[in-house]
């Protein structure tokens, strides 16, 4: 990836390389590899301009501002055609509409937040609040999407490796009373309710316009991506501790996560009245979901979140589940067999041309030492770290529903709302419950 450097040039291969043979692979590189690089060090390149005024229209076109003056119509077109949106309509981001949102955080509006690669550009609260009105959020909403970029910078999140061919979709999940105060949905329907569809194409929009991966020029999903969601845990509901608690903040926290998965789709229905059951139709969606090939050598570079609606995740604990029980029970019961994982390092994923066990291990992988002696029909686990299971209880709580999200090259980035020091005051004049409401 050419990481910001306009006038770097590449060389690319045309078509497959993991199912050409090596004959085609020498004539392709022969006849269009070598002419690329010979082209590539000969013949210079222009930059860019950095910025475009067309009609009444200006606007910053290099996606570090994105703020717009100008008709409706011609923000409309200019941000489509420079592919600043992701297709759908937009709000445009003028300067008033920013400044509404710049009154919700306390950092300064050029301050660097943070940075984000691969474009290694500064996520500051203008350019976080332009994205914020492009995608239909709310002023109230900046605090959130502050955190969620932060959280997006930081190393177990692996913002560049979004642009893998697989297909990786962002994420986050919300938890604490801010849940409560400004109505994000964690019931029935729980993504396409309240704000939570607008706070997920703002992560979209920020990838984008911030962090430069644009699908199809760095994000290179093979059959593209669905729109980025947003969940909330349903806190009162779970019978365990809620992910954030889980992870060292206070109860009365207000956190922000984000992943990634490759799936979303058809979930399990755990029924009957045995737990243990509930447990094994959850591994089923884990080994249904999850990635075999990529347990030999993503290592802990990998997630399952495991959403579990309320009745189900409280009929485990009446049996004495804990969410660690449920953790360990997943991970040693999502397995599948070593004749099944040959049969996907010699043919699949890319990684074929002879892979075996055994030359994963000695290559350094990650897969288990022990794995090279076992028989083909022997059950290994799906998942090598059982660190790598997350669970959020959430979703409609009168029905028995889990579902399975599985993701690789990152791992969730937990950060912290930071509220401006106003806060009540702002929620006060917009008619909204105080925070301390909802304390527990």
Not at 86 to 103: H, R, S, Y
Not at 147 to 156: I, K, R
Not at 342 to 353: A, E, H, N, Q
Not at 354 to 366: A, F, K, M, P
Request: hydrophobic share 35%; glycine share 10%.
């Amino acid at each position: 990836m050419a990481e910001k450097l306009p006038t770097l040039r590449t060389a690319a291969y045309p078509g497959d390389f993991s199912v050409d043979s090596e004959t085609e692979m020498s004539e392709k590189i022969e006849r269009t590899i070598i002419e690329q690089i010979i082209e590539g060090l000969t013949k210079q390149v222009e930059p860019k301009s950095g910025e475009s005024k067309e009609g009444g229209l200006v606007v910053a076109s290099d996606r570090k501002k994105c703020l717009s003056t100008g008709s409706y119509e011609e923000i409309i077109e200019y941000f489509y055609n420079n592919h600043f949106t992701d297709g759908l309509a937009i709000n445009p981001p003028t300067i008033e509409k920013v400044e509404k949102f710049l009154n919700y955080t306390d950092y300064s509006p050029n301050e660097e937040i943070c940075l984000l690669s691969p474009g290694n550009r500064r996520a500051t609260p203008l350019n976080v609040a332009a994205n914020g009105v492009m995608a239909g959020c709310r002023p109230e909403h900046m605090p959130i999407l502050t955190a969620a970029v932060e959280a997006m910078a930081t190393p177990p999140f692996e913002l560049p490796h979004l642009g893998t061919t697989g297909g990786l979709n962002p994420y986050l999940w919300l938890n604490g009373p801010i849940i409560k105060q400004l109505g994000f949905s964690y019931q029935t329907a729980l993504t396409n309710r309240g704000p939570n569809p607008a706070i997920g194409r703002a992560i979209g929009l920020f990838i984008r316009n911030i962090a430069d991966l644009v699908p199809g020029e760095q994000a290179m999903g093979t059959f593209g991506y669905i729109m980025p969601f947003a969940l909330a845990e349903d806190e009162d509901n779970s019978p365990w501790e809620p992910f954030h608690v889980e992870h060292g903040y206070d109860k009365n926290a207000n956190t922000v996560t984000v992943g990634g998965t490759y799936n979303w789709g058809f979930q399990g229905f755990p029924s009957g009245t045995e737990p243990e059951g509930y447990l094994k139709t959850i591994c089923r969606e884990v080994v249904k979901h999850g990635h075999f090939m990529v347990t030999t050598f993503a290592g802990h570079y990998q997630m399952m979140v495991i959403l579990i609606n309320p009745s189900v995740a409280k009929a485990l604990a009446r049996a004495g589940y804990t969410k660690q029980n449920v953790k360990s029970f997943v991970f040693e019961n999502s397995k599948d067999t070593i004749e099944n994982l040959i049969s996907i390092l010699k043919y699949g994923d890319g990684v074929g041309r002879g892979h075996t066990i055994r030359s994963c291990i000695e290559d350094g992988w990650g897969t288990p030492k022990e794995w090279a002696d076992l028989e083909p029909n022997v059950m290994v686990p799906v998942m090598i770290y059982p660190e790598v299971i997350h669970i959020l209880v959430c979703g409609t709580r009168d029905r028995n529903k889990v579902m399975a999200f599985y993701g690789n090259y990152n791992r969730p980035s937990i950060k912290e709302i930071k509220l401006p020091k106003n806060w009540d005051e702002l929620m006060e004049r917009l008619g909204y419950p105080p925070l301390q409401n909802f304390y527990k």
